[in-house]
């Protein structure tokens, strides 16, 4: 059995390009948050890649392209109109980013979760979400990451 030793990288140019990288990242999670609740659509799909595939862990459901990404966006907002947010933590690398956060709300309209499907009840919730976006690129530009 063979191991290697990992070695640190130490060139500033590289740490600080990586630093860049991770800080775009992380300030790009931070608009998806504040977009994900405001309703403006058009800024939330902006940040939405034209081919996204969005696992639903609990479901199974894959939410594929902007057009689901957005029915499901638009659904949401019409059945809890007043949801609030709080996040919790936002920690992100390179390749991706994790976002857990606290949502709550009344359900005054059908929510759709793909095979899920909660009746308009009145009820108040609050419900603890994750979400890990991984980036995916063919550029070679930064070897492994984008």
């Not at 990288?9 to 600080?16: F, G, W």
């Not at 948050?33 to 939405?48: C, E, H, I, T, Y």
């Not at 594929?64 to 919790?88: C, Q, T, V, Y």
């Not at 709300?105 to 009746?119: C, M, V």
């Amino acid at each position: 059995m063979t191991t290697e030793t990992l070695t640190p990288a130490t060139d500033t140019k590289y740490l600080q390009e990586r630093e860049s990288r991770i800080q775009a990242n992380m300030k790009t999670m931070q608009t998806y948050f504040d977009l994900l609740f405001s309703k403006n659509l058009d800024k939330l799909l902006d940040l939405v890649d034209p081919n996204i595939e969005w696992l639903i862990v609990p479901t199974g459901d894959i939410i594929k392209g902007k057009d689901e990404f957005a029915n499901l966006a638009k659904n949401h907002w019409a059945a809890s109109p007043n949801r609030m947010k709080k996040l919790i933590n936002l920690f992100a690398n390179e390749e991706y980013a994790s976002l857990e956060y606290i949502s709550g709300g009344t359900l005054t309209s059908d929510a759709n979760f793909g095979s899920l499907k909660i009746k308009a009840t009145g009820a108040t919730y609050e419900l603890q979400c994750c979400f890990v976006f991984h980036r995916y690129c063919r550029s070679k530009k930064y070897g492994n990451g984008c």
